[in-house]
């Protein structure tokens, strides 16, 4: 166990539908990472939160969003749903607003689009 | 625009030799990490690379960074059917936040 939860595990759902991952950092940690894991693109950065606050932007579509609350876990929301959507999600977390000693990896949430 | 190119991208190892794993990226970068995925499991982190020269070495596995060639490599010595899994490097940029990851390699340990 890493320490870094991400719920649920797994989740199946249809095109245009929307989904909330959820990601509870580490103890202690404050920056909460998003990353996008497909056959096709690899691992790409979504977006970063530290202490609440959007930080860092990457490849993240209109059509998802993402918040941290006062509890430091971060949701991440999907909508209108495609089926090119279909990914592993990860959820990483450091102690700071970037990390000298690395990353801590949750086990991600695998999301089917049918 | 930062990439991350590993190779290969796929490498079939026998038991008991020695391989490599290369990363290069294209700009500069303070960070580099390497990382061990197991089929459908999360990522583990495995060392990470601070500075030109750096070298950092875990059981079976050494990772070296060469900073001037925006080279990093994993040294395999010795493989075990336990190291088959696929290995990620990641760059961070410098006063970044996020990591580019390249694209993986396979590794497979026969016996």
């Given at each position: 166990d890493s320490g870094v939860t991400q719920t649920p595990k797994h989740l199946i759902t249809a095109t245009g539908q929307r989904v909330t991952l959820r990601c509870s950092p580490r103890s202690g940690d404050l920056s909460v990472y998003w990353y996008q894991q497909s056959l096709d693109q690899g691992l790409q950065f979504l977006i970063q939160y530290y202490n609440g606050e959007e930080r860092a932007k990457g490849?993240?579509?209109?059509r998802f969003s993402a918040q941290q609350f006062p509890d430091l876990h971060s949701e991440l929301n999907l909508s209108s749903l495609e089926l090119g959507d279909s990914a592993l999600y990860f959820c990483a977390s450091s102690p700071r607003t970037s990390s000298s000693y690395g990353y801590t990896f949750g086990s991600g949430t695998r999301l089917t689009v049918v | 625009e930062l990439k991350v190119e590993q190779n290969p991208l796929f490498l079939s190892m026998q038991e008991g030799k020695n391989y490599t794993i290369y990363c290069n990226y294209s700009t500069t970068s303070d960070r580099l990490y390497w990382y061990r995925q197991d089929p459908g499991k999360s990522l583990e982190s495995l060392f990470v690379l601070l500075s030109n020269g750096a070298v950092k070495q875990e059981g079976r596995l050494m990772a070296s960074l060469d900073t001037k060639a925006r080279l990093s490599t994993l040294h395999i010595t010795a493989a075990v059917h336990d190291l088959s899994a696929t290995y990620f490097c990641a760059v961070r940029r410098a006063a970044g936040n996020k990591l580019t990851f390249g694209g993986g390699t396979r590794v497979l340990v026969k016996p």
């Amino acid at each position: 166990d890493s320490g870094v939860t991400q719920t649920p595990k797994h989740l199946i759902t249809a095109t245009g539908q929307r989904v909330t991952l959820r990601c509870s950092p580490r103890s202690g940690d404050l920056s909460v990472y998003w990353y996008q894991q497909s056959l096709d693109q690899g691992l790409q950065f979504l977006i970063q939160y530290y202490n609440g606050e959007e930080r860092a932007k990457g490849n993240i579509l209109e059509r998802f969003s993402a918040q941290q609350f006062p509890d430091l876990h971060s949701e991440l929301n999907l909508s209108s749903l495609e089926l090119g959507d279909s990914a592993l999600y990860f959820c990483a977390s450091s102690p700071r607003t970037s990390s000298s000693y690395g990353y801590t990896f949750g086990s991600g949430t695998r999301l089917t689009v049918v | 625009e930062l990439k991350v190119e590993q190779n290969p991208l796929f490498l079939s190892m026998q038991e008991g030799k020695n391989y490599t794993i290369y990363c290069n990226y294209s700009t500069t970068s303070d960070r580099l990490y390497w990382y061990r995925q197991d089929p459908g499991k999360s990522l583990e982190s495995l060392f990470v690379l601070l500075s030109n020269g750096a070298v950092k070495q875990e059981g079976r596995l050494m990772a070296s960074l060469d900073t001037k060639a925006r080279l990093s490599t994993l040294h395999i010595t010795a493989a075990v059917h336990d190291l088959s899994a696929t290995y990620f490097c990641a760059v961070r940029r410098a006063a970044g936040n996020k990591l580019t990851f390249g694209g993986g390699t396979r590794v497979l340990v026969k016996p």
